[in-house]
């Protein structure tokens, strides 16, 4: 029988993977149903076009279906952001994942808080908020792996089902704390991925502390020049089932062919069998 997994060269060591046996993170984003939203967003929706006297809805007598589908890719749904969701110079997401798969870690979390944290943020922590912690972070991180990962997977926990179609407007959901997003580039993690719909605080007064922490952008600059990380991918709004294990893995993050500082996403984990012969 044929080997069922492909061999690659990670850091110069030889590692397996399965790559018909990948975990979707990706939430399914329903147009006609319950489905994750963010900031007050509308839902993203879909409709049948409607033009010169032709109607998008076989149910309608159509002879086929078209559907003019309208979302927020930053609020509806999985979706991977750039540097350039904090500019004024457009920059693509598209032009930033990376083709391929990474060197990843997976890491579940608790958000502590922030009262009892005793990490800050800008502006500062309101009592009742909750934080994605530099300890809890450095708790979790295991102490070998077999690469240096690129990549970080942070599962909040509890990890309940309900996040695949929360309306998390108005709720000031988990955060990064400022210590946790400088643990990030402190390690060399390039692509985050969250389960949280910002790393940063529903209403922050603008500030965005960990986005720009984690792409390198000094506060209250829009310049794209002066993003020190603009290679650097976030993927928020992702759901990590309970049946992977922390650990090292490989992503890969798909996304369309669409211009746009943020575009929905599908991140895949690939677990690895180990080291080759």
């Given at each position: 029988?044929?080997?069922?997994?492909?061999?690659?060269l990670?850091?110069?060591?030889e590692?397996?993977i399965d790559?018909?046996?990948?975990?979707?993170?990706?939430?399914?984003?329903?147009?006609?149903g319950?489905?994750?939203?963010?900031?007050?967003?509308?839902?993203?929706?879909?409709?049948?076009?409607?033009?010169?006297g032709?109607?998008g809805a076989?149910?309608?007598?159509?002879?086929?279906?078209?559907?003019?589908?309208?979302?927020?890719?930053?609020?509806?749904?999985?979706?991977t952001?750039?540097?350039?969701?904090?500019?004024?110079?457009?920059l693509?997401?598209?032009?930033?994942?990376?083709?391929?798969?990474?060197?990843?870690?997976?890491l579940?979390?608790?958000?502590?808080?922030?009262?009892?944290?005793?990490?800050?943020?800008?502006?500062?922590?309101?009592?009742?908020?909750?934080?994605?912690t530099?300890?809890?972070?450095?708790?979790?991180?295991?102490?070998e792996?077999?690469?240096a990962p690129r990549?970080l997977?942070?599962?909040?926990?509890?990890?309940?089902p309900?996040?695949?179609?929360?309306?998390?407007?108005?709720?000031?959901?988990?955060?990064?704390?400022?210590?946790?997003?400088?643990?990030?580039?402190?390690?060399?993690?390039?692509h985050?991925?969250?389960d949280?719909?910002s790393i940063?605080?529903?209403?922050?007064?603008?500030?965005?502390?960990?986005?720009?922490?984690?792409?390198g952008?000094?506060?209250?600059?829009?310049?794209?020049?002066?993003?020190a990380r603009?290679?650097a991918?976030?993927t928020?709004?992702?759901?990590?089932p309970d049946?992977?294990?922390?650990g090292?893995?490989?992503?890969?993050l798909?996304?369309?062919?669409?211009?746009?500082?943020?575009?929905?996403?599908?991140?895949?984990?690939y677990?690895l069998?180990g080291?080759?012969?």
């Amino acid at each position: 029988m044929s080997e069922q997994f492909t061999r690659i060269l990670v850091a110069g060591r030889e590692l397996r993977i399965d790559l018909a046996a990948g975990t979707d993170l990706a939430i399914r984003l329903d147009l006609h149903g319950a489905q994750p939203r963010h900031f007050a967003a509308p839902a993203a929706g879909a409709r049948p076009l409607r033009v010169d006297g032709f109607t998008g809805a076989v149910a309608d007598g159509a002879s086929c279906n078209c559907e003019v589908v309208t979302f927020i890719p930053h609020c509806n749904g999985t979706h991977t952001e750039c540097a350039g969701h904090l500019t004024a110079a457009p920059l693509d997401a598209l032009a930033i994942v990376p083709r391929g798969l990474v060197p990843a870690l997976l890491l579940s979390v608790t958000p502590e808080p922030a009262a009892a944290a005793g990490e800050d943020s800008d502006p500062a922590p309101e009592a009742p908020d909750l934080l994605l912690t530099r300890r809890s972070l450095e708790r979790a991180w295991p102490r070998e792996a077999p690469f240096a990962p690129r990549a970080l997977v942070v599962r909040t926990l509890p990890n309940l089902p309900g996040k695949r179609h929360r309306d998390y407007s108005g709720q000031t959901p988990p955060y990064l704390s400022r210590p946790a997003a400088q643990l990030l580039v402190e390690r060399g993690i390039e692509h985050l991925v969250i389960d949280l719909p910002s790393i940063d605080r529903e209403h922050d007064a603008g500030r965005l502390t960990a986005h720009r922490l984690f792409f390198g952008l000094p506060p209250g600059s829009t310049a794209l020049r002066q993003a020190a990380r603009s290679h650097a991918t976030v993927t928020e709004l992702a759901y990590i089932p309970d049946a992977l294990a922390d650990g090292p893995y490989l992503l890969e993050l798909q996304v369309p062919a669409l211009s746009g500082d943020a575009v929905p996403s599908r991140p895949i984990l690939y677990g690895l069998l180990g080291s080759g012969a």
